[in-house]
């Protein structure tokens, strides 16, 4: 017991706990401070992996684009509804079923 009264009595460890405490709360870097910048650099991770990936795919899709005529036709078709001359284009939209209708 005397030795934990004079290790709070000792002018250096209280000045050393003081410190602690101050970094650890106070501080403009403290804990929380520090646990929301490191959640912040994890979430711009996976937006820059999730970037890079949509990059990667973008460009082999233009690649294929600028290279093969059969699939710029079918994304043409596809994407912004265009048709020969010849055709008659249709586009089927699904009905959405409501499934808050009652029978009552």
Known sequence: MKKAIGLFGNMYFLAAAVFVVWMM???????????????????????????????????KDLNELTTDRGKLEKFAREKYLMRKDNEDVYVIIPEKKDEDKSLF
Do not use: A, H, P
Not at 29 to 55: A, G, H, P
């Open 25 to 59: 709360f106070f501080d403009r870097n403290d804990l929380m401070s520090q646990y929301e910048y490191y959640s912040q650099r994890n979430k711009l991770r996976e937006e820059r992996d999730f970037y890079i990936r949509e990059t990667e795919k973008v460009r």
